[in-house]
């Protein structure tokens, strides 16, 4: 199984929208100063980026959660004094893979992007089907009237579906993140252009912080050998995000500019707050590895080891905090 170590969302488009332009706008008309195909653009790529979070965020988290129970061999493990709740990836959330599928024929195309997502659907839905059979077995405790017969079938279908899944996921993410990186420097440019400081300072440092992120992953990095970090290379990245952080923290004091900008100053202050946690938590990676501290073996075989201080997990999971408050920007 392949866990994500990668950050957990993508950053949306469109914040640059001020509320008082969103204001004098009607539902059939682009917001004042974007053109209805620029609308079209940005809404397609958030329904895109959407089924990107999806997939990154709870579905990689249920089959973390099962595969560290029970293995990724064909034959699950199955404890002696066996205890189990399964997690499930509830309706509402899952709403976002046929509103992407919805938008692979609306223009413009992402020549990319389009032919994956179509490619994608059925994949994601098959593997949510097991899921959803898995859940239902596990709640009602089925294992207990044929001991395990079900669970076992399940989880050798679970395995061939995740690699199905694995397969086409992994193109989708090259395709996304491509895809993502042209539209977030044409965004990053037109906030420059409209003096939307603040904004622009939000989101290039959101740009650059995912670096980081990319980085680390790109070296194949985790917390099992985190020591091992390229600091050179890492340090490149950090330098940039830091200088990012620090002008962001002062221009976001600027209570003219806030006003200017039609930004919401408690969002704008909740999103550096994040914003600054995660730059705190690639810090805490580079104090480790001058104490050469490796991760303990007790925070290694823990579940989850995104609250574990000076690990690209960490790191990770701070930067999707602070992902998610910069989507929330308004």
């Known amino acids: 199984m392949r866990k994500l170590s990668f950050v957990i969302a993508i950053i949306m488009l469109g914040a640059m929208l001020s509320a008082c332009s969103a204001i004098t706008s009607t539902v059939d008309?682009?917001?004042?100063?974007?053109?209805?195909?620029?609308?079209?653009?940005?809404?397609?790529?958030?329904?895109?980026?959407?089924?990107?979070?999806?997939?990154?965020?709870?579905?990689?988290?249920?089959?973390?959660?099962?595969?560290?129970?029970?293995?990724?061999?064909?034959?699950?493990?199955?404890?002696?004094?066996?205890?189990?709740?399964?997690?499930?990836?509830?309706?509402?959330?899952?709403?976002?893979?046929?509103?992407?599928?919805?938008?692979?024929?609306?223009?413009?195309?992402?020549a990319n992007a389009d032919p994956v997502v179509i490619k994608l659907t059925p994949v994601i839905k098959d593997l949510l089907s097991v899921l959803d059979d898995m859940k239902a077995y596990y709640d009602t405790r089925g294992y207990v009237d044929d001991d395990f017969a079900k669970g076992k079938q399940l989880h050798t279908k679970l395995v061939s579906a995740n690699l199905a899944y694995e397969t086409v996921a992994k193109q989708y993410f090259t395709a996304l993140q491509k895809l993502g990186n042209e539209q977030r420097l044409a965004e990053l440019q037109k906030l420059k252009d409209s003096d939307q400081q603040i904004r622009y300072n939000a989101l290039k440092f959101m740009i650059d912080a995912e670096a980081t992120a990319i980085e680390m992953d790109e070296q194949g990095i985790t917390a099992d050998n985190v020591l091992q970090l390229d600091m050179t290379k890492f340090k490149a990245k950090y330098d940039i995000m830091t200088a990012d952080l620090s002008a962001l923290m002062t221009i976001s004091k600027d209570k003219k500019r806030i006003q200017k900008e039609g930004i919401n100053s408690f969002s704008i202050e909740s999103y550096v707050d994040s914003a600054t946690e995660a730059k705190a938590a690639a810090s805490k990676i580079i104090e480790r590895i001058n104490k050469k501290e490796p991760v303990s073996d007790s925070d290694l075989n823990v579940q989850f080891l995104n609250t574990t201080d000076g690990t690209p997990e960490n790191f990770n999971y701070q930067l999707s905090k602070a992902v998610e408050r910069y989507n929330e920007m308004n």
């Open 29 to 110: 008309q682009a917001p004042a100063g974007v053109t209805s195909g620029e609308s079209k653009e940005i809404d397609k790529y958030n329904a895109y980026v959407m089924l990107n979070n999806l997939m990154t965020g709870r579905i990689n988290e249920v089959l973390v959660h099962y595969f560290e129970k029970f293995g990724v061999d064909t034959q699950p493990v199955i404890e002696k004094n066996f205890s189990f709740i399964m997690l499930g990836v509830a309706e509402t959330e899952r709403e976002v893979v046929d509103k992407a599928n919805g938008y692979t024929a609306s223009q413009p195309a992402f």
